[in-house]
């Protein structure tokens, strides 16, 4: 590939009949695809590629830290994470409203004929939603009162990019699903970083100085969740 030596990333070049050029960044490798018009001359090529170089280092670097997503079909045999270990799928025959069940060594997730993985997860997510509801309740009341703050909402939702978020104009938090899937401390971190964001708005010394003060174990709770990524 003619490009290819000039750049720290693997290009795929492909001319076609279009107006503009796009840019691509394919997963799971972080391939850079280019479409380009047929005859747009190299040199404007590579100057697209140039002023977007921050871009598509960002992007690709992301891409690549990111472990591979894990694919779950949710079947007896799966195994899935509940904070921070992992449990044994146990399909039961049920219905769509049922609850999946919890006995201590195995996930009881309700199967009907004809379900779809999605299906099955959209089961487990809301189960997963209670759960994380459930500890993260008491964590909420403990750190309000030793933070001295008080939020007005805990929100639970699925967040591609950020494990929590304060909104401090409302005293509203959100805490991100998929902490569910981490050690509980990392839900404790969270819950903290985003109580103390009602003391101090910004990610500053301030803030951290906070943090520090009390959660000293932040750092090790950060790194698991920078660890695992935001699963799927
Ligand atoms: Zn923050």
């Known amino acids: 590939m003619k490009y290819q030596a000039e750049y720290p990333f693997p290009i795929e070049l492909d001319r076609k009949n279009i ?7 394919v997963p799971p490798d972080g391939i850079v695809r280019i479409s380009a ?35 779950h079909d949710y079947k007896t045999g799966d ?14 025959r049920g219905r769509r409203s049922d609850a999946v069940k919890f006995n201590g060594k195995q996930l009881l997730i309700p199967c009907w004929e004809g379900q779809t993985s999605e299906e099955a997860q959209n089961s487990l997510y809301r ?15 403990k750190w309000q009162a030793a933070i001295g703050v008080s939020i007005t909402h805990l929100t639970i939702r699925k967040m591609k990019t950020r494990w929590g978020s304060c909104n401090v104009r409302d005293r509203r938090i959100s805490l991100n699903l998929h902490l569910v899937k981490y050690p509980v401390q990392c839900l404790e971190y969270v819950i903290v970083h985003e109580l103390v964001h009602l003391l101090e708005k910004g990610h500053n010394a301030v803030f951290w100085g906070y943090v520090e003060q009390f959660y000293p174990d932040w750092r090790n709770a950060k790194s698991i969740l920078n660890s695992g990524g935001i699963w799927g």
């Open 79 to 92: 195994r899935i994470l509940y904070f921070g270990r992992k449990y044994p799928i146990q399909n039961v």
């Open 19 to 25: 107006k503009n050029l796009y840019i691509r960044i």
């Open 37 to 71: 018009p047929r005859r747009m001359p190299d040199r404007m090529i590579r100057e697209a590629i140039e002023k977007r170089l921050t871009w598509i280092m960002t992007h690709r670097m992301k891409m690549l830290e990111r472990p591979a997503q894990p694919v």
């Open 127 to 141: 189960w997963y939603a209670g759960q994380l509801q459930d500890a993260a309740e008491p964590l909420l009341e």
